[in-house]
């Protein structure tokens, strides 16, 4: 079977409300129908970390900075199309800056903010709680 590396990038992004609970973003793809956390494939000439700024701002519509990343980079192997493809997403934590969530990508049919415990919750993947419980615990550290 031939096989490929593929590298993408993505975050965390976290605001705080206005009775000071952490919200995250998280996103619910078309295709799967499956909560997630924003990410994508790394463009040519592209610095992961762009690529985690601009993948957020594509999917959901908003713009972030980053604070730090949320290592080790998650590792997966999967297979389309006779293809074997060895995956690594790298994931940041995002301070949101603005923007609006309704402005999403097509890619994805929902984004919501959701304090980071129904997030833990929601999302499809162990591999995504384990990212979403970094971003907790670096958060939490934080405060």
């Known amino acids: 079977m031939r096989s490929r590396d593929e590298v993408s990038a993505g975050g965390v992004v976290y605001r705080r409300s206005e009775s000071g609970e952490i919200e ?3 996103c619910r793809t078309v295709k799967t129908q499956k909560w997630v956390i924003p990410k994508g494939l790394i463009d040519p000439g592209e610095r992961v970390e762009q690529t985690a700024v601009r993948e ?3 999917e ?6 980053i604070i730090e990343p949320l290592d080790p980079p998650e590792k997966y192997v999967y297979t389309r199309n006779d293809m074997r493809i060895f995956k690594t997403v790298h994931y940041y934590l995002l301070e949101y800056v603005s923007g609006s969530i ?3 990508d097509h ?3 929902a984004v919501e903010w959701v304090s980071l415990d129904r997030a833990i919750e929601m999302v499809a993947y162990d ?3 384990s990212v979403l419980l970094r971003a907790k615990a670096k958060l ?3 405060s």
């Open 107 to 109: 890619e994805m049919e």
């Open 56 to 58: 957020v701002r594509e």
């Open 24 to 26: 995250v973003l998280i």
């Open 140 to 142: 939490e550290k934080a």
């Open 127 to 129: 591999s995504a709680k």
């Open 102 to 104: 309704e402005d999403h």
């Open 60 to 65: 959901v519509g908003v713009n972030a900075r």
